[in-house]
Nanobody
């Protein structure tokens, strides 16, 4: 089971990034997918989640309306489109695969290594 994030980088406030999570070695379409993030000195926090079939999504209040989670089961890939980025969005972003599109880490069994997102003011 492998999850590999990509697409992070440095962007100015107000800009956009799209993160990609590529899965391999397992049945991607059987699992819900989530994105979490961890800023320096802070706990890891929930960002967004999507059900196995893409019909259900959930978001943290801090990103709702700015971020969009999606998936392409044919490509074994999940995405996080991030618009109107703010300096407080700076963090390492992790994708995770699990048993439900919920905000608790308890539901996620597999994790990627993370990708850094830095938003400058």
């Amino acid at each position: 089971v492998q999850l590999a994030e990509s697409g992070g980088g440095l962007v100015q406030a107000g800009g956009s990034l799209r993160l990609t999570c590529a899965a391999s070695g397992w049945t991607f379409s059987n699992h819900a997918m989530g994105w979490f993030r961890q800023a320096p000195g802070k706990e890891r926090e929930f960002v967004a989640a999507i059900s196995w079939d893409g019909r259900s999504t959930s978001y943290a209040d801090s990103v709702r309306g700015r971020f969009t989670i999606s998936r392409d089961n044919a490509k074994n890939t999940a995405y996080l489109q991030m618009n109107s980025l703010k300096p407080e969005d700076t963090a390492v972003y992790y994708c995770a695969a699990g048993r439900g599109a919920y905000g608790s880490e308890d539901y996620y069994d597999y994790w990627g290594q993370g990708t850094q997102v830095t938003v400058s003011s």
